[in-house]
């Protein structure tokens, strides 16, 4: 299996990641700013040259010409010439970088120009500029800029090559760009820290956790922890909550299977092992019929135990529209033939349609227990009342029986695991039934009571919310 990147480490990259689109989106505007005004700087210059070469050639003219005085343009031009070549420097430089790369030359205007003055690298010839303003040509082998400037008579050509131009236009934007890359990497290494530093309470509770031994379950420290980590340490705690819930069910299913089956275990055993000692066939007949009703129990005793444990295991139940009265008309024809053989009348009471929000495996197993609960502790003759009904937006359920009833003082504890009364004592229940209902009922917001029936029995009432 590939190892995974640590937690710091995939923040990180993300961080980086993102820092380095948005850093390469930056960078290039400030590139293309960069570069953008080193042009305008470099159109600037040649722009200022041209102006300088403009006021350096009228230098050359004097003062304007009196009343009546002439003056020769030929003397004119000469004059202006000597000024250029005398009062300004030959070759422009801008630096190491700049030199031998800026060519100028001046003309006369007029019909017939005459060249005034030029720099080193210039021709004799004009250089390829027609038209006043900026004009981009190839000239000398190469790429050239140049400027055309038109006035008081002089006309100036200066220009500039345009591959060291853009070499150095590149230049300035990169060395613009050099200091935000440098600080782009001191970024990702001050977040790297940052990460690590903001995840070492995600560190500390990895380390609390492995710490832990595996039975461990107990709650972890809330503790001043980041509000991130508070909501996964209750999830935790909910988690071990849970774990240890199931622990002691299963322990506690363990202990009730234990405790419960031995005996009739034991029974069934001595059962079968008295039909070999018995004296004839109807004495055999009869102890294994017996023997048969003792597993019957024990697999009765086995299935509320599940159903126990199974509803221990459950913190709530996904509810839908059920018919209770309907329901409680196909148990009441299942369970009546039980019934009947006690010599027991199983009656029903209920609207024709009771609507109701439950889950239907669990109301069935609800009123299951009740009817078996209440048949199997009701004298021979007796009646069995099963009632439904409504009350504002809770549904009532009850089961009234015509026996003995319970002593006041056992039926607070009914509805606790194997409690029955002295009355149910010679019966074949495990004490289960009621305590299923009870969690039933709790898990659909309801409550299980008990009373004295008015048929004297015992009357147990189920209040759920549906």
Known sequence: MSPRLSLTARVVLIVTLALAAGGAGIGWLVFRAATGQAAELFDGQ????AEMLVAVAHQGDGAAPRSGEQHDADDHDDDTADALHGGAPREIRFGRRFRQVLVYQVWSAGPQPRQLARSPHAPDEWLPASSEGFTDARWAGGAWRFFRFERSGCIVIVGQNAEVRQRLVHEIGEHGFTPLAIGFLGVILLAWGAIALGLRPLSRLAGELQQRAPDQLSPLAEGPRPRELATLVAALNGLFARVARAF?????FTADAAHEL????AAV???IQSVETAPDEAVRASRLRQALAGVQRMARLVEQLLAAARLDALDSVRRESVDLAQLA????AERAAAALTRDVELALEAPDKLPAQVQPELMRALLRNLIDNAVRHAPPGSDVTLRLGREGARVRLSVSDAGTGVDAALMAQLGERFVRGEAMAGTTGAGLGLSIVRRIAALHGGELAFARADEGGL???????A
Do not use: G
């Open 459 to 465: 009357k147990v009432e189920v209040l759920i919310d």
């Open 262 to 265: 031995r005996t009739p275990l």
């Open 269 to 271: 055993a001595a059962q």
């Open 248 to 252: 002691e069910n299963e322990r506690r």
């Open 46 to 49: 040649l722009v200022q040259t």
């Open 329 to 332: 008309r196909e148990l009441a």
